[in-house]
């Protein structure tokens, strides 16, 4: 039982470049969610799911799109990369009450 | 407007010494209230969690936190810290809404002094 993996831990683009952040869940949980966390700033909800074939925007979505066609994976995509989505990426599952939290994907964009 | 203020960016104690982290939201109900602690490189942990009844939560670690109404706020304590507590802590709500969205506090860094 894994938990929750993030795809890759590690990243550094150049401006204008796209990439796809992978997360996956083994736990059958329903809820998926993606955060950034920036210095001083907490973590920050970017996109949510309540289920397979579902998305939602969270709090600061520009410039993310998500998928989730597979209920145990949760895509996180950066079309066209900029400096200001230098961050750590943090992917979550939840059960009925409680979040599970992924070990982060640290991304640069020079 | 922040919903959930951790008031104290950076707390240093000696080993051995009392901890109080501060955590105050802003929502009209009750919601549901957190800690996670986040050791470097690392990923959230959490370490307790109130829904109702009583008051006083007990987590891991040696962790407690209060949920005092009247204040709004939900203080994370630990009577005897450890130099393995140094870590980063972060307060989170959730409004109680069937997403299950967690608003996190800005976070408070702790230093251990040996």
């Known amino acids: 039982n894994a938990g929750v993996t993030q795809t890759p831990k590690f990243r550094v683009l150049k401006t204008g470049q796209s990439m796809t952040l992978l997360c996956a869940q083994d736990m059958n949980h329903e809820y998926m969610y993606w955060y950034r966390q920036d210095p001083g700033m907490g973590l920050r909800l970017i996109h949510y799911?309540?289920?397979?074939?579902?998305?939602a925007k969270g709090e600061v979505p520009d410039g993310y799109n998500v998928s989730r066609l597979k209920k145990q994976n949760f895509l996180l995509g950066l079309e066209s990369a900029a400096p200001s989505q230098t961050s750590v990426y943090f992917c979550?599952?939840?059960?009925?009450?409680?979040?599970?939290f992924g070990p982060g994907t640290r991304l640069t964009v020079t | 407007a922040q919903s959930v203020t951790q008031p104290d960016i950076h707390i240093t104690v000696s080993e051995g010494a009392s901890l109080e982290l501060r955590c105050n939201y802003s929502?009209?109900?009750?919601?549901?209230l957190f800690w996670y602690v986040q050791s470097p490189g690392q990923g959230l942990q959490l370490l307790l969690k109130y829904f109702s009844g009583d008051t006083l939560v007990q987590g891991i670690k040696g962790f407690e936190a209060e949920f005092k109404r009247s204040q709004s706020s939900f203080n994370l304590r630990k009577p005897s810290v450890h130099w393995s507590d140094a870590a980063e802590y972060f307060c989170?709500?959730?409004?109680?809404?069937?997403?299950?969205?967690?608003?996190f506090g800005r976070g408070t860094q702790l230093t251990v002094w040996p």
């Open positions: 799911s309540v289920g397979e074939g579902t998305t």
């Open positions: 989170a709500v959730d409004r109680g809404s069937t997403l299950g969205r967690l608003y």
């Open positions: 929502y009209g109900a009750t919601p549901y």
């Open positions: 979550a599952s939840r059960d009925r009450d409680e979040q599970y």
